[in-house]
Nanobody, 120 residues
Framework: QVQLVESGGGDVQAGGSLRLSCAAS????????MGWYRQAPAKQRELVAT???????NCGDSVQGRFTISRDNTKNTVYLQMNSLKPEDTAVYLC??????????????WGQGTQVTVSS
């Protein structure tokens, strides 16, 4: 099992910044692509950003140019730097990790989520 623990959420005014962290622990052998998703009330879960084990990052269109994903494999941690925040970024942000992603044993793991609230 892999445990993912997010931190860094909070309340911020529009235009502000936050940095989310997601620390992985447990059976992390084979942990590959990690990412951030967000879930706003009455909306579908949305992909925010992903990063491969080779540090290839990709951000969704709605956050492109404002958010940056990175990872520190020595700390088993992935980060999401969020700048120029907008009220529509308000959501629970969930960390995702994929283990053995290129095998029949592919498994997705999720954190509990951290709330980000952006006020106008």
């Amino acid at each position: 099992q892999v445990q993912l623990v997010e931190s860094g959420g909070g309340d911020v005014q529009a235009g502000g910044s936050l940095r989310l962290s997601c620390a992985a622990s447990g059976s992390i052998f084979g942990l590959g692509t990690m990412g951030w998703y967000r879930q706003a009330p009455a909306k579908q879960r949305e992909l925010v950003a992903t990063i491969t084990s080779d540090d290839i990052g990709n951000c969704g269109d709605s956050v492109q140019g404002r958010f940056t994903i990175s990872r520190d494999n020595t700390k088993n941690t992935v980060y999401l730097q969020m700048n120029s925040l907008k009220p529509e970024d308000t959501a629970v942000y969930l960390c995702n990790g994929v283990r053995f992603e290129n095998s029949p044993y592919k498994t997705n793991y999720w954190g509990q989520g951290t709330q980000v609230t952006v006020s106008s």
